[in-house]
């Protein structure tokens, strides 16, 4: 996707704080962070959502959830965290390449907003 930001990051066209990479994804910290470890875990294949998923995305998507727990320990979270995925314009989406915010290092609230 040509105008993608997180296309780009996974292309090192535009910079990112990287903390994770291989070859299905890669892990960044949010430009602005709303806990004090707030990363962003990305497909590299370019999903607009998870309204895009399809069957031959299972793999990839399996492989991502498989890592979410080494990614929070490698930010030394020990004491739990949460995995956001906002879909759509009622979630307040923004950017349209499927992405998981993993926020750590504090107490969250529930329900969220
Ligand atoms: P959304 O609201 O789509 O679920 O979340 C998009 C997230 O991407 C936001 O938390 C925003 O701060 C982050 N973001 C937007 N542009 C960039 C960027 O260029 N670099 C990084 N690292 N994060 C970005
Ligand atoms: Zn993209």
Redesign the pocket.
């Known amino acids: 996707m040509d105008n993608c930001?997180f296309c780009k990051?996974i292309d090192k066209e535009?910079p990112?704080d990287i903390i994770y990479e291989d070859d299905v994804i890669l892990a960044?910290?949010?430009?602005?962070p709303q806990a004090p470890v707030h990363l962003?875990i990305v497909p590299k294949k370019h999903l607009t959502s998870l309204d895009d998923v399809e069957f031959e995305d299972i793999d990839a998507l399996g492989w991502l959830m498989a890592k979410v727990k080494d990614i929070a320990a490698s930010q030394g979270i020990e004491t739990g965290y949460r995995l956001v995925c906002?879909c759509g314009e009622d979630a307040?989406?923004?950017?349209k390449h499927l992405?998981f915010?993993l926020l750590g290092k504090r107490k969250m609230l529930w329900p969220p907003g």
């Open positions: 930001i990051i535009i990112a960044f910290h949010d430009l602005e962003l906002n307040m989406q923004t950017v992405h915010h």
